[in-house]
């Protein structure tokens, strides 16, 4: 165990394999069950890490594919690493860039899911190889190769406290042969990205990323060759399923293949009533843009449900946002003030939203703590 990082599960429930647990990094401890705030730059669209932090956002995703594109990689190594460059505190969580060049290679996620992401797309920027990928910046149109070794050492630069291995992401649609050839590749390249952060951990830890699609097999070949190596912990990705019913029994059969003692996170899921599902199954943390992105489109998360303030219902009400909130916006601000902001097209109006919104997440994972201690999940 390492002294920098482990992981403590506190309680067990009885009822379901929900846990809650005590994830201990350099920058401070994670509590799980816990959401994960995708800062994508380093900083939650229309929210400032000051006041992230204010609001016990305990851990935040930060994306390596777009921070080594601007500022650089090499940028944020000088100003002292991403927790100076970006003011933050508490701990962070990078990714490989993996997923953003499966994105330029297949298109997005509900491209693929709708049976178009078999085929690279015409325009396609990225070339996957067995040495990694190659593909063009979409900044100024810069070749630029992405292998295990370089995505591992812009995370070292980086300095964040868990790091992932460059994965590759094939899409939904695929053939079981060819889904095989890219489970094995990724195994080859964590193993490789492994390699290089043992010979110079600087107190990061790793997780690894298990793959396999739907496919029990693929998902049980990938468990038992990734749960071998000195990982810290294990990410689940790859595609999880074309609806949340999938997700789920794969879920049920992968976790139970993970170690007890070692954290888990769910790539990319956090939506709601995915989180409702998941917590059960002992998921530990997992991370979505959804609350972000929600907030933005003016959809705000409240006790009673998902108000969309942009309503004409909420033009006279000057009640505040959700009773039972006692963040910023809620003691501050009326939804008809909101709905104002909304339909002026103000800025602060994402702000606003964007913080009760966080705020709400991390209420809601407390609440789940809470439910998980007391026997009631």
Request: charged residues 20%; glycine residues 8%; proline residues 4%.
């Amino acid at each position: 165990m390492n002294s920098y990082f482990y992981f403590e599960i506190i309680h067990q429930s009885k009822k379901s394999k929900a846990r809650v647990g005590k994830i201990h990094t350099p920058h401070g401890t994670i509590e799980t069950p816990s959401f994960v705030a995708v800062g994508t730059n380093g900083v939650l669209k229309a929210l400032d890490n000051k006041t992230l932090e204010t609001l016990n956002q305990q851990l935040m995703f930060c994306n390596t594919y777009h921070l080594i594109l601007h500022p650089g990689s090499d940028v944020v190594a000088h100003a002292g690493g991403l927790h100076k460059f970006i003011n933050r505190t508490s701990p962070i969580i990078t990714d490989s860039g993996g997923f953003q060049v499966f994105s330029l290679a297949y298109g997005g996620v509900a491209s693929e899911l709708k049976s178009k992401g078999t085929k690279q797309q015409k325009n396609s920027v990225a070339k996957i190889t067995e040495e990694g990928v190659t593909f063009r910046s979409y900044r100024n149109g810069d070749a630029i190769k992405l292998t295990p070794e370089s995505s591992v050492l812009a995370q070292k630069q980086l300095g964040a406290d868990i790091i992932i291995p460059l994965d590759e992401l094939p899409p939904y649609h695929i053939d079981a042969k060819t889904l095989k050839k890219s489970l094995d590749r990724t195994h080859r390249w964590e193993k490789r990205s492994l390699d290089v952060h043992l010979a110079n951990k600087q107190q990061q830890a790793m997780y690894a990323v298990i793959h396999g699609g739907i496919s029990p097999e693929l998902r049980k070949v990938s468990c038992q060759t990734l749960t071998k190596l000195d990982f810290d912990g294990f990410a689940i990705g790859g595609s999880v399923g074309k609806n949340r019913t999938e997700m789920i029994e794969m879920l049920k059969f992968t976790v139970p293949q993970l170690p007890e003692n070692k954290p888990n996170h769910l790539l990319g899921i956090a939506d709601l009533p995915s989180i409702e599902g998941i917590i059960p199954l002992g998921i530990d943390t997992f991370d979505s843009s959804h609350p972000t992105k929600c907030a933005r489109h003016g959809h705000l998360f409240t006790s009673l449900g998902v108000k969309k303030i942009e309503q004409a219902q909420w033009k006279y009400n000057f009640e505040t946002i959700d009773p039972a909130c006692d963040c910023f916006t809620c003691k501050n601000y009326t939804n008809s003030f909101l709905h104002h902001l909304f339909k002026a097209k103000e800025a602060a109006g994402h702000t606003l939203a964007t913080i009760h919104n966080i705020a709400y997440m991390n209420n809601l994972m407390k609440k789940y703590r809470e439910k998980i201690m007391s026997g009631d999940l």
